[in-house]
């Protein structure tokens, strides 16, 4: 198992910035990929970006190209994403997932992100 834990969520004007952090602990060893996903009222959860545990292989969204970046510091078992010129439609519940060997998906409990126009 792999427990995740995610902070950084809040409320921002358009045009700020956010910082999510997601903490991994448990079977850390057994993931290969880990990403941030969001899903906003009413629609499906889409990912936002993936960053992979070889090569450090990122993949973000059109939507997000160029204004957030995924990063992760293998010392403290953490990703983050770091999100600039945040857009009211960047309003979502944001969640951390690890895809573990087998590909066994597992979630984080999820950070909302509110962006005011």
């Known amino acids: 198992q792999v427990q995740l834990v995610e902070s950084g969520g809040g409320l921002v004007q358009a045009g700020g910035s956010l910082r999510l952090s997601c903490a991994a602990s448990?079977?850390?060893?057994?993931?290969?990929?880990m990403g941030w996903y969001r899903q906003a009222p009413g629609k499906q959860r889409e990912l936002v970006a993936s960053?992979?545990?070889?090569?450090?292989?990122?993949n973000y969204a059109d939507s997000v190209k160029g204004r957030f970046t995924i990063s992760r510091d293998n010392a403290k078992n953490t990703v983050y994403l770091q999100m600039n010129s945040l857009k009211p439609e960047d309003t979502a519940v944001y969640y951390c997932?690890?895809?573990?060997?087998?590909?066994?998906?597992?979630w984080g409990q999820g950070t909302q992100v509110t962006v005011s126009s």
């Open positions: 997932n690890a895809l573990r060997l087998g590909s066994i998906q597992q």
């Open positions: 448990g079977n850390i060893f057994s993931i290969t990929v």
């Open positions: 960053i992979s545990n070889i090569g450090r292989v990122t």
